[in-house]
């Protein structure tokens, strides 16, 4: 699947608690399986509050308390623990360089995927790797693209892929004369052939073991017959090899070999969601040819087609340069706003047009939640796109947001 517009608040919340730090060990994590019943959960956390009692600091022992009757508090509003759980964090977040300037924060979080188990820590972070797992793609495709001069092993993850080895080969071109010295320097050939194989296979095992779990499978390519020597040799473990899908002839090896395998390998890899993203442009570019009145693109038409509840589906690079802007006048509370490049420094001067003033303030959001929440209220789909795919180069020549429209919009 694509990234969603709820998969990208849910990272971006994660790196956000990935950021905060506490003083000692006063931030809470709590993680609460589907089935535990809150009256359980409750009384284990007033059994820590009481321990908590035993701190010595003054101020960690309040810090730590408050976070804990924070936590109870919250717990409160739950008859019971919602289908795949509940994590909290909480805990008191310094907001100046000295002592006493916390301050209690609190997040509660319905998980993507069920909460494995119950889990309490108390540390100077917050305990972020179950959620950080549920947000990961789960699903990966070893690649390796070779010849007799050479290969690189790959793992492909969501729409992004890592080349993890580059194995050189050092292999003498075949040699024109006759007679014995003819079959003595094919042996050697042969020789260096075969270890270069060994070699590959060998780097191939040792990076791609790490992720045997995750591996939906592994995708052999390259020009001549190399590969398919490489592939009935057996020189990756066992276990890789039996994860081997496909073994396809490519015009190139090294990086342009490897985007080139993965698009021959659609086939094999349709639940990566790179194939999806690209299917996705693929329509919206389709669609721009044949009936331009149903695409609108550039930031400006696609947030007026969503205001006017016209589109469908918006498809936004991760990356796409900007915000929306709300300008408030701090003499009479008159508003304005726009949008603009996140680059943009912020704006030197302004007058209010109602009142006169120059003072005012600044509230950004960035374009991609804005679209967010516009689209809540239309029901329309928001697809985030990977800004270094092929596809995501050509839906940022479009200005890096675009959008399928449900009728013909004129804006």
């Known amino acids: 699947m694509a990234m969603t517009y709820e998969m990208y608040e849910f990272r971006?919340?994660?790196?956000?608690?990935?950021?905060?730090?506490?003083?000692?060990?006063?931030?809470?994590?709590?993680?609460?399986?589907?089935?535990?019943?809150?009256?359980?959960?409750?009384?284990?956390?007033?059994?820590?509050?009481?321990?908590?009692?035993?701190?010595?600091?003054?101020?960690?022992?309040?810090?730590?308390?408050?976070?804990?009757?924070?936590?109870?508090?919250?717990?409160?509003?739950?008859?019971?623990?919602?289908?795949?759980?509940?994590?909290?964090?909480?805990?008191?977040?310094p907001q100046g360089a000295d002592r006493g300037t916390e301050k209690i924060e609190i997040y509660v979080i319905e998980p993507p995927e069920p909460v494995p188990s119950f889990r309490y820590v108390c540390d100077h972070e917050f305990y972020l790797e179950p959620l950080e797992d549920m947000a990961r793609e789960k699903k990966a495709y070893g690649l390796i693209v070779m010849d007799r001069g050479g290969g690189l092993v790959a793992l492909l993850r969501g729409s992004t892929y890592q080349i993890l080895e580059w194995v050189t080969a050092d292999i003498p071109p075949k040699h024109s004369a006759g007679g014995q010295s003819q079959r003595r320097f094919e042996r050697i050939r042969e020789e260096r052939v075969h270890d270069f194989f060994k070699r590959l296979g060998a780097r191939a095992s040792k990076a791609l073991l790490p992720y045997l779990n995750e591996l939906e499978g592994i995708i052999i390519g390259g020009p001549g017959d190399a590969r398919e020597k490489f592939e009935e040799g057996d020189f990756m473990d066992y276990r890789l090899q039996q994860k081997v899908v496909a073994n396809l002839p490519l015009s190139y090896t090294e990086e342009q070999g490897l985007r080139e395998l993965i698009i021959k390998a659609q086939d094999y890899m349709r639940e990566a969601s790179l194939y999806e993203e690209r299917s996705k442009v693929e329509k919206l570019l389709t669609m721009l040819a044949t009936r331009p009145g149903a695409v609108a693109y550039g930031v400006g038409e696609v947030v007026r087609a969503l205001q006017a509840g016209a589109a469908e589906e918006v498809l936004v690079l991760e990356d796409v340069d900007y915000e929306y802007v709300v300008r408030t006048c701090q003499n009479c509370g008159y508003q304005e706003s726009e949008i603009r490049r996140s680059s943009k420094a912020q704006s030197k001067g302004w007058t209010c047009p109602k009142c006169g003033a120059t003072t005012f303030t600044e509230e950004k959001t960035h374009i991609i939640e804005y679209v967010g929440e516009l689209a809540k209220q239309s029901a329309a789909k928001v697809s985030i796109v990977n800004p270094k795919s092929e596809w995501g180069e050509q839906l940022a020549a479009l200005g890096g947001i675009a959008a399928l429209l449900r009728y013909e919009f004129s804006s």
């Open 12 to 93: 971006k919340l994660l790196k956000e608690l990935r950021r905060k730090r506490g003083r000692g060990t006063e931030l809470i994590s709590l993680y609460i399986p589907p089935g535990r019943p809150v009256a359980d959960v409750m009384r284990y956390l007033r059994k820590e509050y009481d321990q908590a009692g035993n701190i010595k600091d003054k101020l960690t022992r309040k810090n730590v308390q408050s976070a804990l009757e924070s936590i109870m508090q919250r717990l409160k509003l739950y008859r019971k623990v919602p289908p795949n759980g509940l994590v909290i964090f909480c805990g008191a977040i």
